[in-house]
């Protein structure tokens, strides 16, 4: 269900129309099917607290102005959110701090659940960007702008042939890397075991990040919520590994 004809204000179904690019895409854009809920949030919510990636320079300090923080405030930026439930409850704790959430995340629905979800709990320092993070990235977020990077169990792509579209890769890692500030943590976390090997790899390669926890995965942190996702694969006997590092001064 195309949000287009019925919520002309929600998001873009191709917000990045101009970028033409011959790139590996790692991910799939993903409309969906709406809930009540979600369709409404989209409705009420989408004009003041959605982003589209379209390749416009962003403004942090404005972006988050209506969300009671500081003009400086610190953002992190999260990719790939699924529904949104692990990310409002970190908002939540992000809130007390005075710090802002960037969500990016190309799945409708979960976009709409995540706007429910922050409207239910008045989480006002919460963003929603739709559509490529690399653009949003590259074109549209300052260097050393963010006070952190989360990707949390972004797709394995499992097939050999697939491995290329994997999002974390030594170009993607150099990017990001780039917009962080110094001292600000990219953390990641996958249940896929060979994904994290690749991943403790290219991270640990990049001149720009030190590995917090030596030279292997950290512990679970007791600010990433469990996920009903996460759970799941625990229970098909998947092993979790978080990665932790910090941008160099």
């Not at 988050?64 to 692990?86: K, Q």
């Not at 290219?202 to 996460?230: C, H």
């Amino acid at each position: 269900m195309s949000t287009s004809p019925k919520f002309p204000t929600g998001p873009a179904s191709d917000p990045a129309t101009s970028h033409h690019e011959r790139r590996i895409r790692t991910f799939h854009a993903r409309r969906g099917r709406l809930t009540r809920g979600q369709a409404a949030a989209l409705e009420r919510h989408w004009a003041e607290w959605g982003v589209e990636i379209d390749g416009t320079s962003l403004d942090l300090g404005k972006l988050f102005a209506g969300a009671g923080l500081a003009p400086d405030n610190p953002v992190i930026l999260e990719i790939g959110f699924g529904m949104g439930d692990a990310t409002a409850r970190m908002a939540a704790d992000a809130a007390a701090e005075g710090i802002g959430i960037l969500a990016a995340d190309v799945h409708t629905p979960g976009q709409g659940n995540l706007l429910n979800l922050a409207d239910q709990a008045n989480l006002t320092n919460i963003r929603i960007a739709n559509g490529d993070a690399i653009i949003l990235l590259r074109e549209m977020l300052a260097p050393a702008s963010l006070a952190g990077l989360r990707i949390y169990f972004p797709d394995p792509w499992p097939k050999a042939r697939h491995h290329k579209r994997r999002m974390i890769q030594p170009e993607f890692v150099a990017l990001a890397a780039s917009r962080l500030r110094a001292g600000a943590a990219f953390h990641c976390a996958t249940d896929w075991e060979p994904y994290a090997e690749q991943m403790l790899e290219v991270l640990s390669v990049s001149p720009d990040l030190i590995n917090q926890y030596g030279d292997g995965y950290a512990p679970r942190p007791a600010f990433r919520p469990m996920t009903k996702f996460e759970r799941q694969g625990l229970e098909k006997g998947h092993v979790v590994h978080d990665l932790l590092f910090t941008r160099t001064p």
